[in-house]
């Protein structure tokens, strides 16, 4: 079995700037719950104005309020930028981040 690196609170945020950072022409951010950090708010930001960066995010868990699994204002941070797809699905239990390179 290949070795199995688990990434937890500041190890996660920082390996998640990093690929945002490095992201090129696509992002994928996938978690059933987001309430974005400032430090990965400021990696974003950082993409707003590249118009040909595609950036796709899936979140979900609770069937009865979305408002539960995505905090407002991370949703309406997400909204101002040019090329995004935001999706929901009441039954998601994984986390998974990619770019054109990576992934964690």
Known sequence: MPDVNF??????????????MDSRKTLLLI??????????????SEKRNKHDLEIKVLFGKNEENI??????????????????E???????????YQNDFNYI
């Open 7 to 20: 990434l937890f609170d500041n190890q996660l945020i920082a390996e998640l700037e990093k690929l945002i």
């Open 31 to 44: 978690s059933p719950f987001i309430d974005i950090d400032k430090r990965i708010e400021d990696a974003l």
């Open 67 to 84: 408002y539960r699994s995505i905090k407002k204002d991370s949703l309406s941070f997400f909204k101002d930028f040019p090329n995004i």
């Open 86 to 96: 935001i999706r929901y699905n009441n039954r998601l239990h994984a986390k998974f």
